[in-house]
Nanobody
């Protein structure tokens, strides 16, 4: 089992910034991927950014990020999502995800609300 603890959501005005963090604990495998997804009511959950750790260190971003967000990781299985130039369309519940690089169970955090509004 893997436990994920998220923090950092909140309310900001358009153009503002927020940083989300997520820490994984429990049965952590070395080669894994930690990601941030987001979801709004009535829509599917979509990938925001992901970062692999271990033998393969690759980062990827959703098409809508367009250089505004940056994902980073440290060696203690914490992942950060720095979000800049936030727009109202970025309002969503943001979820942390952990999965091994090899096929296996994936885990989700409880979600943190991000609201962008003037």
């Amino acid at each position: 089992q893997v436990q994920l603890v998220e923090s950092g959501g909140g309310f900001v005005q358009p153009g503002g910034s927020l940083t989300l963090s997520c820490t994984a604990s429990g049965s952590i495998v070395s080669n894994n991927v930690m990601s941030w997804y987001r979801q709004v009511p009535g829509k599917e959950r979509e990938l925001v950014a992901s970062a692999a750790a271990g033998a393969v260190r690759i980062k990827s971003y959703g098409h809508f990020v367009m250089g505004r967000f940056r994902i980073s990781r440290d060696n203690t299985n914490t992942v950060w999502l720095q979000m800049n130039s936030l727009q109202t369309e970025d309002t969503a519940v943001y979820f942390c995800n952990f999965r091994p690089l090899a096929p296996g169970a994936e885990y989700w955090g409880q979600g943190t609300q991000v609201t962008i509004s003037s």
